[in-house]
């Protein structure tokens, strides 16, 4: 064997290592014992502990410079460049902070899923301040004398920087405002009338499921108490939850999901245990998500569709036409949950957590500090009060799993959907026509091949640049929001 296919061969044993501990995480959440807490967070220190001596194993240095790169073909480079930037990140985190950050981690998730059920900050507040220390130790091992929120964010988003968000989001936030102040003026539209059963929720999400192309031969879907994706190749799950009073919780939540979880299925096969077998970064994943969710499954053209769907499964529940349907399941109305917020708000509960976790870091703002801080910046944004914990600073699992850096992604997710829905409009001229009739293929077959193959092919802002013709940009997703929501609300 040369020196390429021995550090691929040793590549696959270690992308198959960190998918079985992938699949200890989605355990933890949907099936584990709740009394297993301890003792799954030194499974999980264990597992990294072995995983961390492989991605820092001498023998991938010398590999490395062993091939010549220019005897790969593009595939091969595109390998070659993925392994050695992990190969030089992971040199510069110790074996020992490595394991004391997958332990601490994963007792954190399960301190916080309980305080958050308790509303109780205060049991919260020591795990996550000895998960800020061990990031920052680690950031600061990562940045090796740049900017430590720099080095968290090229774990989700190679290539991307604090600065180049904040012109970003410079540029989204005050005509979100706008846009919102504008909208709370009017009249709120009529909502849903349940109680909607739980098994006909789960039982049509399904369907939602089928109809945005998941496989579940390759997959299943259960339930979780914040909704996610995980895994990749042939083995992709996704949850959702269930609200009585609210399905489209539901609804949404899993076409989301099914949005990263597709991205994943429809990889190239070639790619199976590479490093390029996975989505290039959380942003573009985010992108697949939210077009799945928002672009397609809120157009005017599919919740015609849904609403024939939801009129078979729960009879009458309030709304008497498609028109009133497509206005109640794209209302915006107060409410303090990120995951549950409209198109126009959503990235407002983005921002806060992107500028208050990166005070958390620099050390400008202080763990104890956190809550009030969150309530205040919430009433400046919102205009109103954080009513309980779990509805502000509990809310979100990130900083317990010690997500630094994640945050940002959510919102450029929503930016390079808005251009990829552009792109896909003028590629499939009659679209609506067929989301009309519940038929998503079009529109996914595109992202399939204008981008979920490639994997990790190319860099983040080169797939959506190479799919959208033009690099990435938020006036799409902003002259897309005020179209629809102007139309909706009579702007």
């Not at 989001?169 to 109680?195: M, N, S, T």
């Not at 919102?411 to 990829?420: F, I, K, P």
Request: glycine share 10%; aromatic share 10%.
């Amino acid at each position: 064997m040369n020196a390429y296919a021995d550090l691929m061969a040793f590549e696959h044993d270690t992308q198959a290592l960190g998918q079985i501990a992938g699949r200890l995480g989605w355990d933890q959440e949907t099936m584990m014992p709740h009394g297993a807490r301890d003792q799954r967070g030194e499974e999980m220190a264990a597992i990294e502990k072995v995983l961390h001596a492989r991605r820092t194993d001498p023998r991938v240095g010398d590999w490395l410079a062993g091939i010549d790169a220019a005897t790969l073909d593009a595939v091969g480079q595109a390998q070659l460049r993925e392994i050695r930037r992990n190969f030089e990140r992971a040199s510069k985190v110790p074996a020992d902070l490595a394991a004391a950050l997958a332990r601490q981690t994963s007792l954190a998730h399960g301190v916080w899923a309980e305080a958050r059920s308790n509303d109780d900050v205060a049991a919260f507040l020591p795990a996550l301040s000895e998960v800020i220390d061990l990031k920052r130790e680690e950031g600061v091992a990562l940045a090796a004398g740049g900017d430590v929120y720099d080095a968290m964010l090229a774990d989700y988003e190679p290539g991307t920087t604090a600065a180049d968000l904040d012109a970003m989001f410079g540029a989204l936030r005050p005509e979100l405002a706008d846009l919102r102040a504008a909208i709370l003026e009017r009249d709120e539209p009529a909502g849903v009338r349940g109680p909607f059963d739980e098994a006909a929720q789960l039982r049509l999400s399904e369907t939602l499921a089928g109809a945005f192309g998941y496989d579940v031969k390759n997959g299943r879907i259960d339930k979780a108490v914040h909704p996610f994706s995980s895994g990749s190749g042939l083995d992709v799950r996704i949850t959702t939850r269930t609200n009585a009073n609210d399905p489209f919780n539901c609804f949404y939540s899993t076409i989301h999901e099914v949005g990263h979880a597709c991205y994943e299925q429809n990889i190239d096969r070639d790619y199976l245990l590479t490093p390029l077998g996975q989505g290039v970064s959380m942003g573009v994943h985010e992108s697949q998500s939210r077009i799945y969710e928002n672009q397609l499954g809120r157009s005017r053209a599919f919740t015609g569709w849904l609403f024939g769907q939801m009129r078979d499964a729960f009879g009458d529940f309030g709304i008497a036409d498609e028109d009133g349907f497509y206005a109640a399941v794209n209302r915006v109305s107060n409410g303090y949950i990120r995951t549950e917020a409209d198109e126009v708000q959503y990235n407002l509960h983005v921002l806060l957590r992107f500028d208050l976790e990166r005070a958390l870091m620099s050390g400008d703002l202080v763990v104890g500090d956190l809550e009030a801080a969150w309530n205040d910046r919430f009433a400046a944004d919102f205009g109103y009060q954080v009513d309980k914990p779990s509805n502000g600073v509990l809310q979100d699992v990130h900083w317990s799993e010690g997500l630094f850096g994640y945050f940002p992604t959510y919102s450029l997710g929503n930016v390079y959907a808005g251009c990829l829905n552009e792109a896909l409009r003028v590629a499939v001229p009659d679209l609506d026509a067929q989301l009309a009739r519940g038929d998503t293929s079009a529109a996914t077959g595109w992202l399939k091949q204008n981008l979920q193959r490639h994997g990790g092919l190319y860099q983040p802002r080169d797939v959506i640049t190479r799919a959208c013709g033009q690099a990435p940009d938020p006036a799409p997703l902003l002259a897309y929001l005020k179209d629809k929501f102007s139309g909706i609300y009579a702007l």
